[in-house]
């Protein structure tokens, strides 16, 4: 079992900056990848950006330049610098984990944190 708690959501003005964490609690020594989902009001999830446990990194084209992930293994904390933000960044913001577990990957999804961008 993995627990994921987000923090670091809020409202920015266009251009702003905002940097999420994202802590695991639990199994986090069977933590593989990591990344950040948004969702916004009517649109399905996304991927925003994810990490490998050796660092190696992918990010959706929209916010390539832009934001940054990072991960701290020995705290099994993630986080997502997001820099030059827009009004279309605005939605929910979901930390995800996958967890090895005998024979398979399991998805664990934190509460999520809101992220609003004002024009």
């Known amino acids: 079992q993995v627990q994921l708690v987000e923090s670091g959501g809020g409202l920015v003005q266009a251009g702003g900056s905002l940097r999420l964490s994202c802590a695991a609690s639990?199994?986090?020594?069977?933590?593989?990848?990591m990344g950040w989902y948004r969702q916004a009001p009517g649109k399905e999830r996304e991927l925003v950006a994810a990490?490998?446990?050796?660092?190696?990194?992918h990010y959706a084209d929209s916010v390539k330049g832009r934001f940054t992930i990072s991960r701290d293994n020995a705290k099994g904390t993630v986080y997502l610098q997001m820099n030059s933000l827009k009004p279309e960044d605005t939605a929910v913001y979901y930390c995800?984990?996958?967890?090895?577990?005998?024979?398979?990957?399991?998805?664990?999804w934190g509460q999520g944190t809101q992220v609003t961008v004002s024009s």
């Open positions: 995800a984990a996958d967890v090895a577990v005998p024979g398979t990957t399991r998805g664990y």
């Open positions: 639990g199994d986090t020594i069977c933590i593989s990848a």
């Open positions: 990490i490998t446990s050796g660092g190696s990194t």
